[in-house]
């Protein structure tokens, strides 16, 4: 398929390859010079204890870092996860080169190395790498089982391909049900498809999925499915907001977030070539896409009514979306805006490189997520300081705690010997550290704690809840962090000595 005035050229597929090698190795090196973002290190802390699943997520991320050795680099817990990215991007232009040839491929490529979600999204140690990589190899393998009869061998050989595919992907982050569900509306919305539906190669993938899925299944039950509770209040069954302005504003940000993941210009033909594959010209393979796109769309739209849906949650629909831009016929006139808008989202992805590596923008730091993962280095210094000179002085065990659990993991994260650092969450939401042993499990009385707390005007509402149960509470030292030599925020020290036992009620009131 040959876009107007362009021609032909047997190295498109190896030009493809050498774009996403180059697109990997630019992920690699901004990787290795980023601070450890707080989620990162919540990760880590995972995988230095590994389970069947989590609170938050399932398992694949923590198994990914650990899988490079517990590193205690940016790098080395980030290399894994951009490996995965690696593998997402070479499966989408692998789908494109199915379905449209060699120059499709290298469309595909290029739009997946250019565009934000790229850039942002398969850079970090997050659940979006390993999540977009199955639903990357998912896909692919479905176009190959449809490549095949019905009832052949090479057909069930795919679906059952597409089963590893989906159980990697349910085992990464639980919204990859939204593709077994598009999937499934897909072959039963066209005649051609639905014959797939009388051979076993999509029920043998089903079955196969949930056997991947079952030790996260047996870990929930474990745990009062605790963790299935919180990512549907967390994203669908949320409390609504009862006024349109809020509503309005939440889809709002929904649809910014759509387009920052690609580019406004992108976005409009991403959307396009999704409705365009709905059409009864599209191949069985486009229709699969268009309604992978479109429902992963609408679904995190409708969560969008509920609570604020976050940037990341959609981003698996644009791997099918950009191998139907990438495979589908446009005119001259379209194809020269494709082309700036794959462009502009170049040029948006190296303004995020860049600000990530020196700040070129004035972005409040309360803004900037880099900033906030800058300067834990120093408050760890300073946390290990405290910690060794109360036990000195004392001649009792000395833990350290921070109020929050993505403060807690930075800490423990670059404590020089990687010191267990507990999360208090007396006001916060429920978070894994609730369900590992805390201060009063692994504490004896007498002990001291340095507790980690923001900087407040009035005494801290953590510090006050726990100087009752403590001989003596006083002020440590107060740390700024600090980004490019500029204060972007600063945390205090409290030194808690001789815990008396007992322990505040859970959740704190502010106001008790």
């Known amino acids: 398929m040959v876009l107007p005035g362009e021609t032909e050229n047997r190295n498109y597929w190896r030009i493809a390859v050498a774009v996403l090698v180059g697109a990997a190795l630019l992920r690699l090196a901004v990787a290795a010079t980023l601070p450890r973002f707080p989620d990162e290190a919540y990760y880590w802390m995972w995988s230095s204890r590994l389970a069947g699943g989590y609170f938050d997520h399932p398992p694949v991320i923590a198994l990914l870092i650990r899988a490079g050795g517990w590193p205690t680099t940016p790098l080395g817990v980030r290399f894994m996860p951009v490996l995965a990215g690696f593998v997402a991007t070479l499966a989408t232009a692998s789908i494109a080169r199915r379905v449209g040839g060699d120059r499709a491929a290298l469309r595909a490529a290029v739009l997946i190395a250019c565009i934000p979600l790229a850039a942002a999204g398969l850079i970090l140690a997050t659940p979006d790498a390993p999540l977009i990589a199955a639903t990357s190899l998912g896909l692919y393998a479905i176009v190959r089982a449809l490549e095949h009869p019905p009832r052949s061998q090479g057909s069930l050989a795919w679906w059952i391909g597409a089963g590893l595919a989906l159980g990697l992907a349910l085992c990464s982050k639980y919204t990859s049900v939204v593709l077994a ?12 498809l639905r014959a797939r539906l009388r051979e076993p190669g999509p029920y043998v993938a089903t079955v196969l999925a949930a056997v991947i899925f079952l030790p996260v299944l047996l870990w929930n039950f474990r745990h009062g499915w605790v963790s299935f509770y919180f990512q549907l209040r967390h994203g669908i069954t949320g409390p609504k907001s009862s006024t349109v302005a809020a509503v309005l504003s939440r889809e709002g940000d929904y649809l910014g977030a759509l387009m920052g993941l690609a580019s406004p210009v992108l976005f409009v033909f991403f959307a396009a070539a999704s409705v365009r594959g709905l059409s009864r010209h599209a191949t069985g393979a486009q229709r699969v896409f268009a309604v992978v796109a479109l429902f992963t769309v609408a679904f995190f739209g ?26 589908l016929p446009w005119s001259v006139r379209a194809t020269r805006w494709i082309r700036g808008g794959t462009v502009l989202a170049g040029a948006i992805s190296l303004v995020i490189y860049a600000q990530a590596v020196a700040p070129i923008l004035p972005i409040r730091p309360d803004r900037d997520p880099v900033a906030q993962a800058e300067g834990w280095d ?16 004392t001649r009792v065990t000395t833990w350290a705690a921070a109020d929050r659990y993505q403060d807690a993991a930075l800490l423990a994260f670059h404590d020089a010997h990687h010191r267990e650092t507990f999360s208090l969450n007396l006001a916060g939401r429920r ?16 002990e001291n704690l340095v507790l980690v707390v923001d900087n407040t005007t009035e005494l801290h509402y953590t510090v006050a809840a726990l100087t009752p149960y403590f001989r003596t509470v006083r002020q ?14 600063d945390r205090q020290l409290w030194l808690l000595e001789g815990w008396k036992g007992g322990w505040p009620p859970r959740p704190y009131r502010r106001s008790a």
Do not use: K
């Open 378 to 393: 120093v408050v760890a210094a300073a946390v290990g300081r405290a910690r060794d000179s109360l036990a000195a002085e």
């Open 302 to 327: 409708y969560s969008a009514l509920h609570r604020r849906a976050e940037a990341n949650w959609p981003g698996p629909a644009y791997v099918p979306a950009i191998v139907l831009l990438a495979t």
């Open 476 to 489: 440590g030292e107060l740390v700024t962090l600090r980004r490019e030599g500029d204060a972007v925020g």
């Open 431 to 446: 978070n894994q550290y609730d369900l590992w042993p805390g201060f009063m499990n692994l504490a004896t009385l007498g």
């Open 181 to 192: 569900a598009a999937v499934c509306i897909a072959l039963v919305t066209r005649a051609d």
